[in-house]
């Protein structure tokens, strides 16, 4: 692993990194976050009674846009042609908690974590705009990477076994 940050240049300017240079692999990164609120509001979602609509529903779109577009939002991110996006929602009624995770995969050099996170960001956002009429005290939070395959760099998993198929493994 690098021991110098990469997006800077010998006389500490921001770049973007040079990866032409870079054979391309799979790549997938897994990103999890949560969203704590009421159990009331959970509730309501999850019996789908919120006036703006079926919140995972949007929230899952909301997600896979967001995953799309990071190198708009995110600084010196590469713009990258995704082959896949998937968001998915874990709600834990008794608890007032959705965890949210989304998988990013690519065939491409550079890896696909941002996007990941992004999307798990986004998503959380989204859940929140939705609900924020009857549940101002929501808590978005824990967004972390899980696990990223692919690159020189190799596997990472976050505190061991990797939650699904490695980019290599399908």
């Known amino acids: 692993m690098s021991e110098r940050f990469t997006h800077f240049d010998e006389e500490g300017k921001a770049v973007m990194v040079?990866?032409?240079a870079k054979g391309e692999t799979r790549r997938?990164?897994?990103a999890r976050g949560e969203i704590l609120m009421r159990e009331a509001t959970l509730r309501r979602i999850l019996d789908r009674d919120v006036e703006?609509?079926?919140v995972f529903a949007v929230a899952r779109v909301a997600g896979i846009m967001a995953a799309k577009q990071t190198a708009g939002l995110i600084p010196l991110c590469h713009p990258l042609m995704l082959s896949s996006v998937s968001?998915?929602?874990?709600p834990h009624p008794g608890a007032g908690r959705v965890e949210i995770e989304a998988r990013v995969k690519v065939e491409g050099k550079?890896?696909?974590?941002m996007e990941a996170l992004t999307a798990v960001s986004v998503a959380a956002l989204t859940i929140y705009d939705?609900?924020?009429a009857v549940d101002k005290e929501m808590v978005i939070g824990a967004v972390r990477l899980l696990e990223k395959h692919g690159g020189k760099s190799g596997s990472f998993v976050r505190g061991g076994a990797p939650s699904g198929a490695g980019a290599g493994q399908e």
Do not use: Q, R, Y
């Open 130 to 132: 939705m609900c924020k």
């Open 110 to 113: 550079t890896g696909v974590e």
């Open 52 to 54: 703006k609509g079926d």
């Open 28 to 30: 997938l990164a897994v």
């Open 87 to 90: 968001v998915d929602f874990i």
């Open 18 to 20: 040079d990866v032409g």
